[in-house]
Structures are given as structure tokens and as C-alpha cells.
């Protein structure tokens, strides 16, 4: 059974290292070239991602830079509850996510910044749970909502890279927990 284990951890290595060695740069050349100023830290890009999205009603968002912050594999995941209490979620690329979201930000003047900051890095890894705030038009009237984003990131030693975002909005039923707020709940 040890050596079977071995054996796998081995070709699971073998496999990754020949994946960095055959084409290091493929992921780079699909995706469109960020500003250093925006991927450059991981704070850099956590503010960028907040600011592309964010404008007042009728203002045009840069897709573009928001294209340049993903991975080409990145998904966008939605989650939440249904009128019906049932829990769901929906998966989108960044791409899927322009199209659908895209005009809805710019007709209700959606801002979103981040108001708390857990990260937990690793290597090359990095996952922040970004408690945010949103402002927008709802029926003509000034609204508000929180949640949390959780995003996954990556860094290739030059630049950081947004693999994920995957986020839930807080309801009565759904609080955001003390900790994730200004302050962690102090």
C-alpha cells in the first residue's frame, strides 16, 4: 500500500512538473495583459477587481482590465437561496459574467468595495474571504447589500492572477459572522 501511494504522489509530480515545462506561458498568451499597477500585489488586484465593476449609472465599465485579472480557466460562482428557501449556486466565466451582469451594473449605478480583508497565503497561492458593500438603484430607490467574496488567487512570481470568486450574500437568515467584519469582530 506504501509503495502504490509512492508511486502515485510520484506520477502526480511527474505530471504537474511536465504540464510547467511544456508550455510555462500558454495560460499568459490566451489572456489579455494586465496593468502591472492592478496584478502587481495582491492588494493591487483586490482593489482592481473592485473599482473595474463599480461606476455610477450609465457609466461604461473597462472590460477589458477586468479580463486581464483572470486566469483563462477563471469562473465567477454565484451562490445564495431561491424564493423557495432551496439552496443553488451559478457558475460563470469571466466572459459569461460580462454578458449577463455587465449592462445590470451600469443601469442601477452598482459600487461594491471591500470593507474586511481575511487572506491566507501558501506559495503560490493565495484565498481571500473579502467581506464587501454594494450600493445600487432598486426601483428607482438608493439600496444596499453585503456579502462575502471568496477569491482564489495565483501568483507566477511576476504578477497575481484571480482563479476564482465565489460569493454569498448575507440575508437575515445568512449574517456575515462578526469576524469577517471592520474591526474582526474585536
Known amino acids: 500500500m506504501e509503495r502504490t501511494l509512492a508511486l502515485i504522489r510520484q506520477a502526480v509530480v511527474v505530471s504537474i512538473a511536465a504540464l510547467l515545462v511544456a508550455s510555462p ?7 489579455r495583459s494586465a496593468n502591472p499597477a492592478d496584478a502587481g500585489s495582491l492588494n493591487a488586484i483586490i482593489t482592481a477587481v473592485y473599482d473595474v465593476i463599480s461606476g455610477p449609472v450609465g457609466e461604461a465599465r473597462d ?9 483563462p480557466e477563471a469562473r465567477l460562482i454565484a451562490t445564495g437561496r431561491g ?36 487572506v491566507e497565503t501558501f506559495g503560490n ?8 458593500e454594494s450600493k445600487f438603484t432598486q426601483n428607482g430607490q438608493p439600496a444596499t447589500a453585503r456579502g462575502i467574496n471568496s477569491i482564489q488567487l495565483y501568483s507566477d512570481g511576476a504578477r497575481w492572477w484571480i ?5 454569498d ?16 469582530g474585536r
Open 25 to 31: 506561458t500558454a495560460a499568459q498568451e490566451q489572456v
Open 63 to 71: 472590460w477589458d482590465r477586468f479580463y486581464s485579472l483572470f486566469i
Open 83 to 118: 424564493p423557495n428557501g432551496q439552496a443553488g449556486y451559478q457558475s460563470m466565466t469571466p466572459a459569461q459574467y460580462v454578458e449577463s451582469n455587465g449592462d445590470g451594473l451600469t443601469s442601477v449605478g452598482f459600487i461594491e468595495s471591500e470593507v474586511a480583508r481575511t
Open 125 to 132: 497561492v493565495s484565498h481571500v474571504f473579502s467581506t464587501y
Open 163 to 167: 482563479v476564482t470568486i465565489f460569493w
Open 169 to 184: 450574500s448575507e440575508r437575515p437568515d445568512n449574517p456575515i459572522p462578526a469576524k469577517y467584519l471592520p474591526g474582526g
